[in-house]
């Protein structure tokens, strides 16, 4: 505060006709103590009001207010003269509060006592009140999903060295964790990952957005309503709450897997009142003035560094490359700082108040490598913070009060590769109208994105987060087909129908329809059903394989897609909600490169590369995830071998199941019936 005094014209710490140095001091000194007993008796006051409103309000907030505080502490303080100007006071509060925040981290690093008690300061009301019990002996499970980071993303991270606490995990002179790759199911996004893997079945998710005759709607993995529909549907199939039923967590999800602890979870952002605890998470962040102010200014510094980045990557003419402007700078700014600082530490405090298992999404990669590639330099910049985030967890495990377990996964990875829009100077909508003989517009439009991250800043901000655009009635007998994306996989559906399609139907409506997309060099290939032969796969040059013959074997028009793409169209045909058309865009095996039917030059949703593979990074005191029996949600047992992997979110839920039960026995729930696992 002296050194602002010097500095600032309009901060004084003396009168005008001038103090000691001494007496200057001992202002300074009671200032900085007014302010701080200020800041630690009504802040958090002032951020519980404040959860009425819209939480990036409250950053924006957050210098107004240190201000304000700045203010009454000069005018309380009983040893001296002192005044400032209110834009002076927001300046002074907010570098006292970034030096405190600087100064506790550095003691940090050299005084565990300093750590631990830091630490505690960022626990919620109900840790405080479970400290004076002692925690279980058994360990705990801290789940970490890094959204959208490949198996082989985060494999060159480690060599590059850009993940340190992740290489010495893996390959230290004491290893302690083993990488794991699995495989996604035909929708590899977030939506169908992150409801296998917490509630155990993503039955009837044909993808990110689809839409359902029966109901007259668009269902979004992403809106929610429709994440709320999703996890009830979930609980309905299983017979079980989920994998956080038993004392868990749920941080920065789509769903809370049974959660009684939640925050930030998109299936609970649709309540109001009492009932949305989602929201809390805020207040057990923000209601340290030091972190608000620090991450105020990092939001700030992100959105600049993400400007810089995109003009320097316009006047390159990097290709590809997508449109960064308007709002983005912001989607992302909050999806790499805000939410991670939340998320993390809603976990650090979960830990510290003992909890059975927690899981937390962090969105920050995938939402930066959807617009910048899934391997620039700026995704491996937010790899490099992600990997601190897991340091920081590692060292509070240290001060927790059971020992932890930390498994690090991902949901699904990401393909790079231009979009179908830039490379044909169609959009998918615009090919399938013309394959129906509909006229077809001069100027495409741009089918935005679906990362999460928007819809999070959405929910923050209480705006409706219903995709308008998508929420048509069928108008007459002829409706015009409506076309739905999920990365590089399309959706048609024909709303006046009222059941699923059947080529033969197609055909007889738009003759041209079917050929003209599976000739389409943009096109891999199509899924529909047949009256006759039932599922069909359809691709270039006539080619027609039923789904029911197609193997690892016996690929036919899939064998580029890799192994498993056959059993994944397969099992998709069999959902009730599955598209009349199901489109998969060309894959380009050599590169790795798919075509994305939305606005991203990374992209997931469909089949071909690295989207479909994510990872498991598991402690080796857990059992390995494959060569081991795996106990399924119904009771069931089933073999999973070492040459078969992981395939599908459901295994990998059986999996993370068997860990909660091998650290904390019998009490994870399971449901009533074993056959409930195989319907």
């Known amino acids: ?65 240190n201000g304000s ?39 940090a690093v050299r005084d565990d006592d300093a750590y631990r008690r830091r630490l505690y300061r960022l626990a919620d009301r109900r840790r405080r009140r479970a400290a004076g019990r002692p925690g279980p002996s058994t360990p705990g499970v801290v789940f970490l999903q890094l959204d959208g980071v490949g198996h082989d993303v985060l494999r060159d991270a480690i060599g590059k060295r850009l993940m340190p606490t992740a290489a010495r995990w893996l390959e230290g002179s004491r290893p302690s964790h083993r990488l794991t790759p699995w495989r996604t199911d035909w929708s590899s996004q977030t939506g169908a990952s992150q409801l296998g893997i917490l509630h155990g079945t993503n039955h009837d998710v044909p993808a990110f957005r689809w839409y359902e005759k029966d109901t007259q709607e ?30 868990g967590a749920s941080r920065g999800n789509l769903f809370g897997g049974g959660a009684d602890e939640l925050a930030l979870v998109l299936s609970v952002a649709a309540r109001r009142g009492r009932e949305n605890r989602s929201r809390a998470g805020y207040f057990a962040y923000f209601s340290d003035p030091a972190n ?43 999806a790499t700082v805000v939410e991670r600082d939340v998320v993390v530490a809603a976990v650090i405090g979960d830990m510290l108040a003992g909890r059975n298992a927690v899981y937390a999404d962090l969105v920050a990669y995938d939402e930066v490598a959807h617009h910048s590639g899934p391997r620039s330099r700026d995704a491996e910049r937010i790899l490099e913070r992600l990997d601190r985030s897991l340091a920081l967890i590692e060292k509070v495990a240290e001060h927790a009060p059971r020992p932890y377990r930390v498994v690090v996964l991902s949901d699904h990875g990401q393909s790079p590769g231009e979009t179908f829009l830039t490379r044909y100077g169609l959009s998918l909508g615009n090919l399938v109208r013309a394959g129906c003989g509909l006229p077809v517009p001069r100027k495409a439009r741009r089918t935005h994105s679906g990362a999460e991250a928007r819809t999070a800043v959405r929910a923050a901000l209480r705006r409706p987060v219903e995709e308008r655009e998508e929420r048509r009635e069928p108008v007459g007998r002829r409706s015009e087909p409506l076309v739905l994306a999920s990365g590089n996989l399309g959706l048609v559906s024909f709303p006046d129908v009222p059941h699923r399609m059947s080529r033969e139907e197609i055909d007889r409506r738009h003759p041209a329809l079917l050929s003209t997309l599976a000739n389409h060099p943009g096109v891999g290939f199509l899924l529909v059903r047949s009256e006759e032969h039932g599922g069909l796969v359809l691709a270039a040059h006539g080619v027609e394989v039923l789904v029911d013959r197609l193997d690892d074997e016996h690929p036919g028009p899939l064998a580029d897609f890799g192994p498993g793409a056959a059993a994944a169209v397969r099992r998709t045909h069999t959902f009730p909600h599955t598209a009349d058309i199901m489109v998969n865009s060309w894959y380009d095996p050599v590169e790795g490169e798919v075509l994305a039917f939305e606005e991203q030059i990374g992209s997931h949703g469909g089949l071909g590369g690295a989207q479909g593979h994510p990872f498991l990074l598991s402690p080796l005191t857990l059992s390995p995830p494959v060569g081991a029996d795996t106990r399924g949600a119904g009771g069931d047992t ?21 860990w909660l039960r091998e650290c904390d026995g019998s009490h994870v729930p399971l449901p009533s019936s074993p056959d409930e696992r195989a319907a």
């Open 1 to 65: 505060m002296l050194v602002l005094a010097g500095l600032l014209p309009d901060f004084r710490l003396q009168s005008e006709s001038g103090d000691s140095a001494t007496r200057i001091a001992v202002t300074a000194a009671a200032g900085a103590g007014v302010f701080g007993l200020l800041s630690a008796l009504v802040w958090p006051l002032l951020v519980r009001a404040l959860l009425l409103v819209p939480a990036l309000v409250l950053g924006l907030l957050v210098f107004f207010l």
């Open 638 to 658: 089933q073999a999973v071998g070492p040459d078969d992997g992981l395939v599908g979110a459901e295994q990998v839920h059986d999996v993370l199941r068997r």
């Open 218 to 247: 668009v269902m979004v993995c992403n809106r929610p309503t429709g994440a709320a529909e999703l996890q009830r549907r979930a609980v309905a199939r299983t017979g079980d709450g989920g994998l956080l039923t038993a004392d």
């Open 69 to 107: 505080l700045l203010l009454i502490a000069l005018r309380l303080n009983p040893s001296g003269s002192s005044e400032a100007a209110p834009e002076t006071a927001v300046v002074v509060a907010a570098v006292m509060s970034a030096v405190a925040s600087a100064t506790g981290a550095a003691l």
């Open 292 to 334: 608000a102010v620090r991450t105020a200014m990092s939001f700030v510094a992100e959105v600049f560094r993400e400007t810089g980045q995109s003009t320097r990557a316009r006047l390159q003419r990097r290709r590809p490359r997508v449109k960064r402007g308007g709002l983005y700078p912001l989607v992302r700014a909050f």
